[in-house]
């Protein structure tokens, strides 16, 4: 379960701050082009200010917050451009990992049932932020069947930028309903070993393209843009 902001942290570390912090810009707790302050993050988290500022470091370092000094930090807004890397960078390599499970007829539905349970009752919740954290522990679920962990936690990583947009994608009527039809027809592909609806369903599933829904999404909030 995501922590938020106002939640005390049970271990207080550096690690720990950086963790909560990118968390809250990921699932815009912290939102795109918003003054930080240090003094009530600190606060709120329950740190002094010094592992605030070197959680802000290491978050300015991949391009999540712009510090700049006499002027405050704020958190980075939302560069489109670089979400659709990191999605396109995901696309390329789940797809591969995918299509050649689904070439075994890999039966998986075991692993990712209870993945499933819980992206459900967030949909029936109309809960984004725990749709999202359910749908990452399928796919790495996936990942971990074909032994690509490590990949997957270098995605993870990376993706924060997209998270972002894809929180706000999740927001509107009846993405969750879609996505969740999405994960269902994923499972049926693999362990029937129908490669070509696979494909057709990452390439919408991962569509790395300008979409309608994004452009209404940037209509919808564009002062969260670049």
Known sequence: MIKSLSEKQNNTNKVNVYHVLKNAIKFLELKPGERINEAELSTKIGVSRTPIREALIRLS????????????????????????????MRHVLESEILLNMCKEKAKIRDLVDEKLYKMNLALKRNHPIEYITSDDDFH???????????????????????IRVLVLDMMLPNNLEK???????????????????????????HDHNETEVERQIKEMYPEYFV
């Open 140 to 162: 790495r679920a996936l990942f971990s069947y074909g032994n690509h962990e490590m990949i997957w936690n270098i995605i993870s990583n990376t993706r924060a930028h997209y």
């Open 179 to 205: 996505s969740y039809e999405d994960h269902l027809k994923i499972v049926e592909c693999i362990e029937s070993g129908d490669e070509e609806s696979l494909i057709q369903i990452m390439n919408v599933h």
């Open 61 to 88: 370092d991949e391009l999540l917050v712009e510090i700049y000094p006499q002027r405050g930090t704020y958190v980075s807004k939302i560069d489109l451009s670089l979400a659709k890397e990191m999605a396109y």
